[in-house]
């Protein structure tokens, strides 16, 4: 458990290294967008949000390198790029856990009905 926490903690620190190099607009656009995803996707394993934060560093640093603009990146409407960007890291956030269980709990609920 231990090695896991430590293995986390560095790719937070490089993840962190990564965009503090990426050059305006870009750096400030990935905190924004992390400040965002860390409030809304509520993703309970720390590998999955790790893997979804380098997948976002990744993506800034290639438009940065492309010379690709923000809006080009993020489209007109970043809540939604952010929030279609999560989607694909669902399986980790903290309402599938509760989806699951309630649906665990009505179908075991209508089982002893009939």
């Not at 809304?40 to 997948?55: H, N």
């Given at each position: 458990m231990i090695r896991k926490f430590v293995g986390e903690k560095r790719r937070w620190k490089r993840y962190k290294a990564r965009t503090a190099r990426l050059a305006a607009p870009y750096g400030p656009a990935v905190e924004a967008l992390?400040?965002?995803?860390?409030?809304?996707?509520?993703?309970?394993?720390?590998?999955?949000?790790?893997?979804?934060?380098?997948?976002?560093?990744d993506l800034f640093e290639?438009?940065?390198?492309?010379?690709?603009?923000?809006?080009?990146?993020?489209?007109?409407?970043?809540?939604?790029?952010?929030e279609e960007f999560v989607q694909n890291y669902s399986e980790a956030q903290w309402i599938s856990k509760e989806r699951t269980r309630l649906t665990k709990a009505i179908d075991l609920l209508a089982a002893q009905e009939s």
């Open positions: 992390e400040r965002y995803l860390m409030y809304y996707a509520a993703i309970t394993k720390g590998d999955v949000l790790m893997s979804m934060l380098e997948d976002l560093a290639q438009g940065a390198a492309d010379g690709t603009s923000i809006r080009a990146l993020v489209g007109p409407d970043p809540v939604e790029f952010a």
